[in-house]
């Protein structure tokens, strides 16, 4: 989930954390999970959230994993922790197998972030600048992401839990009632809490990240296609004339 400059970009505050794409790539308070009953034969509640949520992190990796391209329009919200403000912006998503991503802000400014396989650029018109990092991997990106490319882990690297869908993510129409969230397994200050909003197949409707500061990063998606044969040339990014390019490393 990318967030308003290259440089405080990360996977799922860039999704996750682009969309996480990412891309990614794409986180819920302990209070949304509400206690189950137990009885005689039936696992703790905790133990029962916790088999539930590793069920719907296959699925969600199952049908990531037989998508060749994902497209979709999406709908962002960055809240401040420490400010109590929030930025709200729009735009469009391209993720094509292995590791392409386009990440392009229509709104409130435009910017566009693409991953080529080999380099991450970000352009930025208002400020005529070009950020690029030739060593930039999609490897890089937490499974948080990466998943959109079916690759990572999600329950090697996170452990997962099904819960209450939040009130944040409850307007996304046709989602389940129980969202998937995911804990790191090593601490990350990326990546606290990460909160999946599930369609009927598996797929990835909305997210919320939530990082170590407890700043919040919501993405709604809309308008989803998948496997409509995107174009390489998508992914490729032209120098604009006259812009300054920075290297990154």
């Not at 959109?148 to 869908?165: C, I, M, Q, S």
């Amino acid at each position: 989930m990318p967030t308003s400059r290259f440089r405080s970009t990360h996977p799922f505050a860039f999704p996750v954390a682009p969309l996480a794409i990412a891309a990614a790539f794409f986180a819920a308070a302990p209070c949304w999970a509400q206690p189950e009953a137990t009885g005689k034969g039936q696992p703790p509640a905790g133990q029962a959230a916790g088999n539930r949520g590793r069920a719907l992190a296959l699925e969600v990796q199952r049908y990531y994993a037989r998508t060749r391209d994902f497209s979709a329009k999406f709908a962002q919200t960055y809240t401040s922790a420490a400010m109590g403000r929030s930025k709200e912006s729009a735009g469009t998503v391209l993720v094509k197998k292995p590791g392409l991503l386009r990440w392009e802000y229509e709104a409130p400014e435009k910017k566009l972030l693409i991953l080529d396989g080999k380099a991450f650029w970000q352009w930025v018109p208002e400020d005529n600048q070009v950020l690029v990092n030739h060593r930039f991997q999609a490897s890089e990106l937490s499974s948080a992401f990466t998943f959109l490319w079916g690759k990572g882990e999600l329950t090697r690297d996170f452990t997962p839990r099904a819960v209450p869908l939040p009130e944040s993510l409850a307007q996304i129409p046709g989602v389940r009632k129980e969202a998937l969230e995911l804990s790191p397994r090593k601490p990350s200050g990326q990546v606290q809490r990460v909160l999946f909003a599930l369609g009927p197949s598996g797929q990835v409707r909305g997210s919320v990240v939530i990082d170590s500061q407890e700043n919040e990063n919501r993405l709604v998606f809309s308008g989803e296609k998948t496997d409509s044969a995107l174009p390489d040339s998508l992914f490729t990014f032209h120098v604009p004339k006259g812009a300054n390019v920075q290297e990154l490393r």
